[in-house]
């Protein structure tokens, strides 16, 4: 049976232009999944598998995590204008199965927030960003652990109605602390995901929080295009992306590009710490992450500091 997952060979991009010019690009490939179909990973490929033991695998608790200390910090807020009573409760309808579940995260904390299962993790933030018909499928454009490890700079939730009409997309950035901030993107031109943002996320020292991101995510088909760059008021700062080629998902196609890069995550985080060095070398100025903490927002599993107090804010608060 033809899977509707596949690979993706890509050659990513990054050309920074101030305060000093830097420009890199290097091959990579990632995974396309579509969830509905675990099963048939199972009978059809030896080499991966979701939440299974697979020498590559998807870990669905790898993505938009509920953070441990969500329980003392799950005070509901009313006066915020997408908060779940007023979001998801303006009728007199009776909550959904998936309604109940986020009121019952929000009562019983981060215990219940981590028993969701992914596609309900993904429900979440997709209201919480204003969509209001319900996520059934999900495909992501990730990268999966391989030797068990990896290491996911950003991964893309393409978000489906049980009709496969394509409701939003998820950008799931993260950074080098093990933080991800989900941002939700609802406009299309052309078939492409086309918004700008406020960052408000540490990820990388050499940017500043309060600058954009701005997102063209194009749906992947037999060719793959996403771009997210980073702006200062109208002048672009760094111009990131990446463009890939469909390969088929079979045992045959990992080998191969296992083959030409068997430690693809490792060489990821890497090439980051690589690029950072040669960035401080240029002179670029160098921001610490404990800076500005209020201008870090909307996080997922945020960093505990030394003293034990946690940076940023919970990004499920309000369920």
């Given amino acids: 049976m033809s899977l509707k997952s596949c690979l993706f060979e890509c050659e990513i991009w990054h050309q920074r232009s101030q305060p000093k010019p830097h420009v890199f690009s290097h091959k990579h490939f990632m995974f396309y999944i579509a969830l509905e179909e675990s099963k048939l990973f199972h009978s059809q490929l030896r080499l991966f598998g979701v939440d299974e033991s697979r020498l590559c695998v998807l870990r669905s608790q790898d ?3 509920s953070d441990n200390h969500l329980s003392s910090n ?3 807020r009313s006066d915020d204008p997408l908060s779940y009573d007023e979001h998801h409760r303006s009728d007199d309808r009776e909550p959904s199965r998936e309604q109940l579940s986020a009121d019952d995260a929000h009562t019983s904390g981060s215990s219940r927030l981590e028993s969701l ?5 993904v429900n979440l ?5 204003g969509v209001r018909e319900k996520v059934e499928k999900i495909r992501i454009l990730t990268n999966v652990r391989i030797f068990g490890y990896v290491f996911n700079p950003i991964s893309i939730f393409y978000c489906l109605s049980a009709d496969e009409k394509l409701l939003c997309c998820i950008c799931e950035v993260g950074n080098t602390f093990g933080e991800k901030k989900p941002f939700v993107l609802k406009d299309t031109v052309d078939a492409v995901f086309t918004e700008r943002q406020k960052k408000f996320f540490y990820v990388s020292p050499f940017t500043e929080l309060n600058q954009d991101f701005e997102f063209k995510i194009g749906i ?3 060719e793959l295009f996403v771009s997210i760059d980073t702006l200062n008021g109208g002048d672009f700062v760094v111009k990131s992306g990446m463009r890939g080629r469909r390969v088929e998902l079979t045992d045959r196609n990992i080998r191969r590009l296992l083959c030409r ?3 693809a ?6 090439l980051i710490h690589l690029h950072a060095f040669f960035l401080w070398l240029k002179g670029v100025p160098f921001h610490q992450k404990y800076e500005n903490l209020d201008l870090q927002k909307g996080i997922l599993n945020p960093l505990r500091t030394t003293s034990g ?7 499920y608060d309000d369920y």
């Avoid at 933030?125 to 960003?129: D, F, K, N, Q, S």
């Avoid at 107090?309 to 990004?315: C, D, S």
Wanted: aromatic residues 6%.
């Fill in 63 to 65: 993505h938009l995590p």
């Fill in 74 to 76: 799950d005070q509901h």
């Fill in 117 to 121: 299962s992914l596609i309900e993790r």
């Fill in 125 to 129: 933030v997709a209201r919480r960003g």
């Fill in 220 to 222: 992947p088909g037999e």
């Fill in 261 to 263: 890069n068997p430690l």
């Fill in 265 to 270: 995550s490792l060489r990821v985080i890497a």
């Fill in 309 to 315: 107090a946690t940076q940023g804010n919970y990004y």
